[in-house]
């Protein structure tokens, strides 16, 4: 098991470099020239070039991929042209908001998910079946901002429980995480709904009911233990998906976190933000992939010995 | 017998499935009763509703889709039609209990077998995690497999382990009835021997009543004091394990002794029953047996007999016998 988790670590290396020529690589082909951007219209030729040199903009694709890399190394990922401020130093700002709205979302998600999923599948076909499925197509099909805003609408404005934007402590995190949350528990639900129906009939839980196990416990540990696969691997997708940051979330509540970092950096053109921004994404995600697959070894046992094989 | 000399009784065990095709009659008046310490072996050939039965006995069968009615259901002294919910938790794996049909899917692939085997312990005996542990691997030795291997996942067994892992989960608690659902079909000859002696040896250790549910006579006439043969959610025969083997009455279970293969004549071609078993959704009004019998006159086709005491402890359900003078060809050699 050990040596798995050092084998994925070191995976992570190619992984990153590849991400970074990427990202470089597109970011090179957009057009305009970022050095009339800084400089300004009036600048003359040799301006222009020594600025060039300043910038690091000097020299093909290759050289300033692999200047990249060794700054990266040192954890240097540049600095904004916009506020000229160091990049890695700006991220890290909004990372801890994003991590914390992340998995406030997560836990929505997984508390509303996981019950509605499993009344579900046990009562398949009932009304409860229907009205659980019903709601989740509800939450599938909602676009989040606008679920948003009738949440702000509901709670901040007319009933005034909590602010409609912002950080300000615990409370303004209520509305974000709630809008996010629903519209993930939609899919989870219905994930959770269908791989318990898999499991629901198994020969294996017919042993447990003969033992004397009561239903409750033979649905919520030999049953959801053994249809937890597909759910962690849902999970997995979407805690990635919101660690890159809830662009349209954070929009309509004035959440600082890095998914409008990326959208502002993008729509000034502020190249070494996004590459930064980006770079840092892929990190992170890559390691929430490798806790992922480190769970799946522990729910079960069977892929715990393909990784030691 | 007095009712309560019987660790099970049985009467007029109906139990249909209700389909969106039709309702599946799998089980049609069925009575059974089962002395202390004896062993039963229920034969028939697969879709007669043996294993129906005894689901119905521990009250697992899944409803809806599966309607069960009866008159009397006691297992050892309980009424299993009334008790709530709760109570027949606290009689399953303790009082009665089961061995599953295939062992390949009857163990829960994410615990250890020895968490398995320790659960029930728990339930019943409340016994702190560590000491039901300790008593699981005590009986994981009794079945014959190391203990250190009470760490380990089904994936890592044989089917043969298995088999045996769901032996011990079923003798955990010293059941006063064990229903072992064809314990040794899925298993390889070699391994059938073993398991087959192993459950002799249990059985006579903790003093447990048994049903063996099985379509192989070799095995009823090792273990078994009594037989009931069913056919098409009946019982047609039943008697002690010499009446069935040496007095066979019935058509059909003469017809399974036919269908033997017989070691000392080599060159001799199987006997099969020709034909199947009547579709459970569409049975017949008659004898379900009357199209495939030898036997059978136009009577048979028109009422249904009736399960008739023959002599001893041997009854049969069939019209035949109405003629005094007739005896099936097994009889007659």
């Given at each position: 098991?050990?040596?798995?988790?050092?084998?994925?670590?070191?995976?992570?290396?190619?992984v990153?470099?590849?991400?970074?020529?990427?990202?470089?690589?597109?970011?090179?082909?957009?057009?305009?020239?970022?050095?009339?951007?800084?400089?300004?219209?009036?600048?003359t030729?040799?301006?222009?070039?020594?600025?060039?040199?300043?910038?690091?903009?000097?020299?093909?694709?290759?050289?300033?991929?692999?200047?990249?890399?060794?700054?990266?190394?040192?954890?240097?990922?540049?600095?904004?042209?916009?506020?000229?401020?160091?990049?890695?130093?700006?991220?890290?700002?909004?990372?801890?908001?994003?991590?914390?709205?992340?998995?406030?979302?997560?836990?929505?998600?997984?508390?509303?998910?996981?019950?509605?999923?499993?009344?579900?599948?046990?009562?398949?076909?009932?009304?409860?079946?229907?009205?659980s499925?019903?709601?989740?197509?509800?939450?599938?099909?909602?676009?989040?901002?606008?679920?948003?805003l009738?949440?702000i609408?509901?709670?901040?404005?007319?009933?005034?429980?909590?602010?409609?934007g912002?950080?300000d402590?615990?409370?303004?995190?209520?509305?974000?995480?709630?809008?996010v949350?629903?519209?993930?528990?939609a899919?989870?639900?219905?994930?959770?709904?269908?791989?318990?129906?898999?499991?629901?009939?198994?020969?294996?839980?017919?042993?447990?009911?003969?033992?004397?196990?009561?239903?409750?416990?033979?649905?919520?540990?030999?049953?959801?233990?053994?249809?937890?696969?597909?759910?962690?691997?849902?999970?997995?997708?979407?805690?990635?998906?919101?660690?890159?940051?809830?662009?349209?979330?954070?929009?309509?509540?004035s959440?600082?976190?890095?998914?409008?970092?990326?959208?502002?950096?993008?729509?000034?053109?502020?190249?070494?933000?996004?590459?930064?921004?980006?770079?840092?994404?892929?990190?992170?995600?890559?390691?929430?992939?490798?806790?992922?697959?480190?769970?799946?070894?522990?729910?079960?046992?069977?892929?715990?010995?393909?990784?030691?094989? | 017998?007095?009712?309560?000399?019987?660790?099970?009784?049985?009467?007029?065990?109906?139990?249909?499935?209700?389909?969106?095709?039709?309702?599946?009659?799998?089980?049609?008046?069925?009575?059974?009763?089962?002395?202390?310490?004896?062993?039963?072996?229920?034969?028939?050939?697969?879709?007669?509703?043996?294993?129906?039965?005894?689901?119905?006995?521990?009250?697992?069968?899944?409803?809806?889709?599966?309607?069960?009615?009866?008159?009397?259901?006691?297992?050892a002294?309980?009424?299993?039609?009334?008790?709530?919910?709760?109570?027949?938790?606290?009689?399953?794996?303790?009082?009665?209990?089961?061995?599953?049909?295939?062992?390949m899917?009857?163990?829960?692939?994410v615990?250890?077998?020895?968490?398995?085997?320790a659960?029930?312990?728990?339930?019943?005996?409340?016994?702190s995690?560590?000491?039901?542990?300790?008593k699981?691997?005590?009986?994981?030795?009794?079945?014959?497999?190391?203990?250190?291997?009470?760490?380990e996942?089904?994936?890592?067994?044989?089917?043969?382990?298995?088999?045996?892992?769901?032996?011990?989960?079923?003798?955990?608690c010293?059941?006063?009835?064990?229903?072992?659902?064809e314990?040794?079909?899925?298993?390889?000859?070699?391994?059938?021997?073993?398991?087959?002696?192993?459950?002799?040896?249990?059985k006579?250790?903790?003093?447990?009543?048994?049903?063996?549910?099985?379509?192989?006579?070799?095995?009823?006439?090792?273990?078994?004091?009594?037989?009931?043969?069913?056919?098409?959610?009946?019982?047609?025969?039943?008697g002690?394990?010499?009446?069935?083997?040496?007095?066979?009455?019935?058509?059909?279970?003469?017809?399974?002794?036919?269908?033997?293969?017989?070691?000392?004549?080599?060159?001799?071609?199987?006997?099969?029953?020709?034909?199947?078993?009547?579709?459970?959704?569409?049975?017949?009004?008659?004898?379900?047996?009357?199209?495939?019998?030898?036997?059978?006159?136009?009577?048979?086709?028109?009422?249904?007999?009736?399960?008739?005491?023959?002599?001893?402890?041997?009854?049969?359900?069939?019209?035949?016998?109405?003629?005094?003078?007739?005896?099936?060809?097994?009889?007659?050699?």
């Open positions: 098991m050990h040596r798995y988790i050092i084998n994925r670590l070191l995976m992570l290396i190619p990153l470099l590849g991400v970074v020529f990427i990202v470089f690589f597109i970011m090179d082909l957009a057009p305009g020239d970022p050095v009339y951007q800084v400089a300004g219209e009036q600048a030729q040799q301006e222009l070039q020594e600025l060039r040199v300043k910038m690091g903009l000097d020299g093909n694709i290759f050289t300033r991929y692999i200047r990249y890399i060794g700054n990266m190394l040192r954890g240097d990922l540049g600095v904004s042209y916009i506020s000229k401020r160091s990049v890695m130093r700006t991220y890290m700002e909004r990372l801890p908001n994003t991590l914390v709205l992340a998995s406030v979302t997560m836990l929505v998600a997984i508390l509303i998910s996981i019950p509605l999923g499993i009344i579900a599948a046990i009562h398949q076909n009932s009304m409860k079946d229907t009205v499925m019903i709601l989740s197509l509800l939450g599938l099909s909602m676009p989040n901002f606008w679920l948003g009738l949440l609408m509901l709670f901040s404005l007319k009933l005034k429980w909590v602010p409609s912002g950080i402590g615990v409370k303004s995190i209520i509305l974000p995480a709630l809008t949350g629903m519209g993930l528990a899919l989870m639900t219905r994930t959770t709904r269908s791989s318990m129906l898999d499991v629901i009939r198994q020969d294996y839980l017919r042993t447990a009911r003969s033992k004397g196990v009561t239903e409750k416990k033979v649905i919520n540990k030999h049953a959801l233990k053994n249809a937890l696969i597909p759910i962690i691997t849902v999970f997995g997708i979407q805690f990635s998906n919101v660690l890159g940051g809830s662009v349209l979330a954070e929009t309509v509540f959440w600082p976190g890095v998914g409008r970092l990326v959208v502002d950096a993008i729509n000034q053109r502020d190249i070494p933000m996004v590459t930064g921004a980006l770079v840092m994404t892929t990190m992170l995600v890559s390691v929430v992939n490798l806790l992922v697959d480190i769970v799946y070894a522990y729910v079960d046992p069977r892929i715990k010995a393909q990784y030691t094989k | 017998m007095p009712a309560n000399d019987l660790i099970l009784d049985v009467k007029n065990l109906a139990i249909r499935y209700e389909t969106e095709d039709g309702n599946v009659h799998a089980v049609n008046g069925v009575d059974l009763q089962l002395g202390y310490r004896k062993t039963l072996g229920l034969v028939g050939e697969t879709g007669a509703g043996k294993t129906t039965t005894a689901l119905s006995l521990l009250r697992l069968i899944p409803n809806p889709p599966g309607v069960v009615e009866c008159e009397r259901m006691m297992v002294g309980n009424d299993m039609l009334r008790l709530p919910i709760d109570k027949l938790e606290e009689i399953r794996g303790n009082d009665i209990s089961m061995i599953f049909q295939d062992p899917t009857a163990l829960n692939p615990f250890t077998v020895g968490e398995q085997i659960e029930s312990l728990e339930i019943h005996e409340r016994l995690k560590a000491d039901a542990y300790e699981a691997m005590q009986m994981l030795e009794t079945v014959g497999i190391s203990r250190s291997r009470g760490a996942y089904p994936h890592q067994f044989s089917g043969g382990m298995k088999q045996r892992v769901v032996i011990a989960i079923a003798l955990a010293n059941p006063k009835l064990l229903i072992a659902d314990p040794t079909t899925a298993l390889d000859v070699t391994i059938q021997a073993q398991v087959l002696a192993l459950m002799k040896a249990l006579n250790k903790y003093d447990t009543s048994m049903i063996i549910i099985t379509h192989d006579l070799g095995i009823v006439a090792e273990v078994c004091d009594e037989v009931a043969v069913m056919y098409a959610g009946r019982i047609i025969e039943k002690s394990l010499e009446e069935i083997f040496n007095e066979t009455l019935h058509p059909y279970t003469e017809g399974l002794f036919n269908s033997l293969p017989n070691i000392n004549d080599r060159m001799s071609k199987l006997r099969p029953i020709p034909g199947l078993m009547p579709d459970p959704t569409n049975l017949p009004v008659g004898c379900t047996f009357a199209p495939r019998c030898g036997y059978a006159s136009a009577a048979c086709l028109e009422r249904q007999p009736r399960l008739t005491l023959m002599s001893g402890t041997h009854y049969v359900s069939c019209m035949a016998y109405d003629d005094p003078g007739f005896a099936i060809n097994r009889r007659k050699q």
